[in-house]
Each structure stands twice: as structure tokens, then as C-alpha cells.
T-cell receptor, first 113, second 115 residues
Framework: AQSVAQPEDQVNVAEGNPLTVKCTYS??????LFWYVQYPNRGLQFLLK??????LVKGSYGFEAEFNKSQTSFHLKKPSALVSDSALYFC???????????FGKGNQVVVIP | NAGVTQTPKFRVLKTGQSMTLLCAQD?????MYWYRQDPGMGLRLIHY???????AKGEVPDGYNVSRLKKQNFLLGLESAAPSQTSVYFC??????????????FGPGTRLTVL
């Protein structure tokens, strides 16, 4: 069965510092990987996805993620965090041909001014 | 485009009452999904649909029913609400590809409290 682990409940980072949100996954075949962001009292917004090709994926709002097949990881990164990046971040994975996404539990990111 | 909309935004029920949550999308998407979000548990899939007239069970289907009579609408029903169904409910939709790798678009959520 496909699954995702987000090992940290909360990530605190100072404004202007690099931000990393960790994600590891488990699938039986080739993974399709996604990152979503949720602001308070809002639905989830798509940030970026990895399907195939370049291991470094660029997405919205200056975010990027690095796919590492040997470590089964898909960490989300931003070179310089903003206070407005404070939100809940979800990693998700699906197997090829599977109609369903498996979401992680989410990481609360707090960017400190 | 309005994207994915959900009705109502908030609702308070008493145990045993029934209700229907409505999800509508104007993107002509084939796939639609209902999730519930609870603190510390992420999103869990309740039911989903791969096309008009079809539905399938997700991870936590008990106590819920769904219908997709029109392509643009996906209804989630609670026949006899229980306090354990207090949650925030999200609807999502996505377009179809043979590999199934298109991202899902989410609605704003319905906050349901069952007393």
C-alpha cells in the first residue's frame, strides 16, 4: 500500500533562513509525489509535483522539492522563508494507475519574524 | 471559474440527525473525492468517484454514503450523525490521465460539529 511519512510535527525557522520540510514515501511501483499547502481555515492548494525526469522540481511561491529515489524522499525546500509561508504543509503520493492519493499527517511551519 | 465549491460552510448537528454535503466543480473533471481532516491525522479519504454514476469506498467509508448523479456534483451523506463524525470535510476534483498523475483541486471545506 502507498504511504507517506512526515516525521516532524512542526518546523520553526527564522525569516530569511532556508526552509526544509521532510517527506518519505512508500509505494510498490513508480511514485507520483505532490506537495500541498493549507492556510488557516482554507482548503489545500497545490504547490508542486514530481512525475518523472529532473529530480529537482520547482513550484509555486518559490518552493522546490528534491526527489531522491534511493532514500525514498521528497523534501520540500525554500531558500529564504517568509512570514507568509507559515502554514500546514502536506506531502502526498500515489502509485501509477492508482486513483487515490495517500497524504501524510502534515507539518506545521512557523516562520519567526 | 469558481473551481470547487462546497455547501454549507458550517453545520451543527445533533446525534442521530442526517445531512447532505454538496460539492460542485466547474472544471469538467472526471474524478471527485471526499476527505475528512482531523487534527494530527492528515487527510483521510472517505469515498471517491471516477466518473458520473460511479462511486468507490476510500479509507474511512463507514457512516457515510455518496452519490454522483451529475458529473459536476458529488454529494456526501450522513444518515445518522455521530460525535465521531465531527470534522472538517473537504471535497476535491482532478482530471483524468492514463497515469493518474494530475493534481487535485480542493474546495474550502465544511466544518461539521455533531453534538
Amino acid at each position: 500500500a502507498q504511504s507517506v511519512a512526515q516525521p516532524e510535527d512542526q518546523v520553526n525557522v527564522a525569516e530569511g533562513n532556508p526552509l526544509t520540510v521532510k517527506c518519505t514515501y512508500s509505494v510498490s511501483g513508480n511514485p507520483y509525489l505532490f506537495w500541498y499547502v493549507q492556510y488557516p481555515n482554507r482548503g489545500l492548494q497545490f504547490l508542486l509535483k514530481y512525475i518523472t525526469g529532473d529530480n529537482l522540481v520547482k513550484g509555486s511561491y518559490g518552493f522546490e522539492a528534491e526527489f531522491n529515489k534511493s532514500q525514498t524522499s521528497f523534501h520540500l525546500k525554500k531558500p529564504s522563508a517568509l512570514v507568509s509561508d507559515s502554514a500546514l504543509y502536506f506531502c502526498a503520493v500515489r502509485d501509477y494507475g492508482n486513483n487515490r492519493l495517500a497524504f501524510g499527517k502534515g507539518n506545521q511551519v512557523v516562520v519567526i519574524p | 471559474n469558481a473551481g470547487v465549491t462546497q455547501t454549507p460552510k458550517f453545520r451543527v448537528l445533533k446525534t442521530g440527525q442526517s445531512m447532505t454535503l454538496l460539492c460542485a466543480q466547474d472544471m469538467n473533471h472526471e474524478y471527485m473525492y471526499w476527505y475528512r481532516q482531523d487534527p494530527g491525522m492528515g487527510l483521510r479519504l472517505i469515498h471517491y468517484s471516477v466518473g458520473e454514476g460511479t462511486t468507490a469506498k476510500g479509507e474511512v467509508p463507514d457512516g457515510y454514503n455518496v452519490s454522483r448523479l451529475k458529473k459536476q456534483n458529488f454529494l456526501l451523506g450522513l444518515e445518522s450523525a455521530a460525535p465521531s463524525q465531527t470534522s472538517v470535510y473537504f471535497c476535491a476534483s482532478s482530471s483524468w490521465t492514463s497515469g493518474g498523475y494530475n493534481e487535485q483541486f480542493f474546495g474550502p471545506g465544511t466544518r461539521l460539529t455533531v453534538l
